[in-house]
């Protein structure tokens, strides 16, 4: 594993970006106790829907359907390439919703031209609440598969540190997978008012999320159905997920269906209890 802390300088291997965007206005709640929380998971196939339309506005109006305080959002690109038109999707859909935003590169590869920014490709997490810290940690990966990440942003949530972990498993290797989930018990288990999304590539009992569930409860006991999130046009199966750690418990999960040419994904999101 590869850690690497927001406030390193710029020779950092791993690249985390954090910034403020302009806040929707907030209900205060007293500093002993956060109450509850929206959080929404969602695989944005970088913007791209199944029909083959680039739409960063289109993956907003997705998240403010929503009404997420905080998301977790997998396959986001940064000055990526043309298929993107080299935008930073996290920047952007921070500006356009209004949120805080923490971006871990999981690739990370130089530029295709002096002057240019870093092609960067990876995860983020967009927040009502001020990001006080990110930290993205690269997980273990065989060779020939895609890197993969956890990337941890800490909250303060009217005076109280809430911890929202973001990950996307490896797609095809289940010994990868499970040695990450691994990785993600060590670095995440331990938080208090926690949670972890992700798409985990993964079936609900696979020995992945079994791991998971030593210290994590899944979300989904707190949703009706099949839970059901890809692929999107005809959904049979959970891959996508909420889970919650330390207090944090699941009140209402449930999947979204707006605008599902949106991604090859559904997003999943969760009213979480924060005591």
Do not use: C
């Not at 269906?257 to 979480?272: F, G, I, Q």
Request: aromatic share 4%.
């Amino acid at each position: 594993m590869r850690t690497l802390r927001t406030g390193r300088g710029p020779r950092r291997a791993l690249t985390l970006a954090l910034a403020a965007g302009t806040l929707a206005a907030l209900t205060t709640a007293p500093a002993h106790a956060v109450g509850e929380l929206t959080v929404l998971s969602f695989n944005i196939h970088h913007a791209q829907g199944t029909d083959d339309v680039l739409d960063l506005e289109r993956t907003a109006r997705v998240i403010r359907s929503s009404e997420a305080d905080v998301v977790g959002l997998q396959e986001v690109d940064k000055h990526f390439s043309e298929r993107s038109d080299w935008a930073d999707q996290a920047g952007e859909l921070a500006e356009l919703l209004g949120y805080h935003v923490a971006f871990g590169a999981n690739i990370d590869r130089d530029p295709p031209a002096q002057g240019r920014p870093r092609v960067q490709y990876g995860t983020a997490v967009l927040s009502r609440y001020p990001i006080t810290s990110a930290e993205n940690t690269h997980l273990t990966s065989s060779p020939g598969e895609e890197q993969r990440g956890l990337l941890h942003a800490e909250l303060d949530v009217d005076g109280v540190p809430v911890h929202l972990y973001n990950t996307h498993l490896a797609a095809g290797s289940e010994q990868d997978r499970l040695s990450q989930a691994r990785e993600i018990v060590d670095l995440a288990g331990s938080a208090e008012r926690s949670v972890l999304v992700g798409d985990l590539n993964a079936l609900p009992g696979a020995p992945e999320i079994r791991t998971l569930d030593e210290v994590f409860t899944d979300a989904w006991t707190a949703g009706d159905g099949d839970g059901a999130t890809y692929p999107s046009a005809s959904p049979d199966r959970r891959i996508d997920y909420v889970l919650t750690g330390g207090s944090a418990r699941p009140v209402e999960t449930k999947v979204l269906d707006t605008e599902p040419e949106a991604s090859d994904h559904l997003p999943v999101v969760s009213r979480v209890e924060i005591p």
